[in-house]
């Protein structure tokens, strides 16, 4: 990674942590210079990437001010766990856990997640509150074959901590699909929506292991005007 992408990513997480926050600036170019070693042409890079993302506006005598982010960023690429991201970014938040039941998977389960009718799975569905308001839900079927045993508490935490760190199992890629749904009765009963809302974020996902096995499919669902989905897209060349 260059010099500008790690002071950008730095600086990033600061914001998000609301170390640097909204309306404030950022330190000038040459305190910046100092604070990280690097030269003035390394500095400008990461603020031009910085203000290219959205996280702030050069002001023209005055500096780099903050701007307010009403949106939280999820990635699209990524394989990375809503409790990754709250860290991450330092927002507060809470999940709870709205259903826990092992069930046999029919023709149409089969049809939606991709586990083989017979197999049993456990349907996980948790609600994911920040700053007191539930804007996620999350529905999750997840092969007992790989996942024997599972609880409200781990489901409060990290399934995938508790995944990787007790049972070892190598999480290695997943699909994705989003979608724009209209809502759902359930949506209107565990979420805390917009009295204008009419449609949902929908993300579905089936997530495979080292092995290339599926162990895991998940929908999530989420409020539309509290998250814009992310992605980084280097063109390359043709060679034709």
């Known amino acids: 990674m260059k010099a500008y992408e790690t002071i950008y990513q730095t600086i990033e997480n600061r914001i998000l942590k609301k170390h640097f926050?909204?309306?404030?600036?950022?330190?000038?170019?040459?305190?910046?210079?100092?604070?990280?070693?690097?030269?003035?042409?390394?500095?400008?890079k990461a603020l031009s990437l910085l203000m290219a993302n959205g996280y702030i506006q050069k002001i023209q005598g005055k500096g780099s001010i903050v701007l307010k982010r009403e949106q939280l960023r999820f990635p699209i690429s990524g394989l990375t766990s809503?409790?990754?991201l709250q860290n991450s970014y330092g927002y507060q938040g809470r999940t709870i856990v709205e259903k826990l039941v092992k069930r046999v998977v029919d023709s149409e389960l089969e049809q939606k997640t991709g586990f083989p009718t017979g197999s049993e799975v456990w349907e996980l569905v948790r609600t994911r509150e920040i700053d007191q308001a539930k804007v996620i839900l999350d529905r999750d079927y997840l092969l007992?074959?790989?996942?024997?045993?599972?609880?409200?508490?781990?489901?409060?935490?990290?399934?995938?901590?508790?995944?990787?760190?007790?049972?070892?199992?190598?999480?290695?890629?997943?699909?994705?699909?989003i979608r724009i749904d209209h809502l759902h009765d359930?949506?209107?009963?565990?979420?805390?929506?917009?009295?204008?809302?009419?449609?949902?974020?929908?993300?579905?996902?089936?997530?495979?292991?080292?092995?290339?096995?599926q162990f895991q499919y998940t929908e999530?669902?989420?409020?539309?005007?509290?998250?814009?989905?992310?992605?980084?897209?280097?063109?390359?060349?043709?060679?034709?």
């Open 21 to 44: 926050k909204p309306g404030e600036y950022l330190p000038s170019e040459n305190q910046l210079c100092q604070t990280y070693h690097v030269s003035r042409d390394t500095i400008r």
């Open 82 to 84: 809503y409790k990754e």
């Open 144 to 177: 007992c074959t790989f996942i024997p045993y599972l609880d409200t508490e781990i489901g409060e935490d990290s399934i995938y901590h508790y995944f990787e760190q007790e049972l070892h199992l190598q999480i290695a890629f997943a699909e994705k699909e």
């Open 186 to 213: 359930e949506d209107r009963e565990l979420l805390d929506l917009n009295q204008n809302d009419h449609h949902i974020v929908a993300i579905h996902s089936r997530v495979f292991l080292a092995n290339a096995q």
């Open 220 to 240: 999530s669902r989420h409020r539309v005007d509290k998250f814009r989905f992310y992605d980084f897209a280097r063109r390359n060349p043709s060679t034709f």
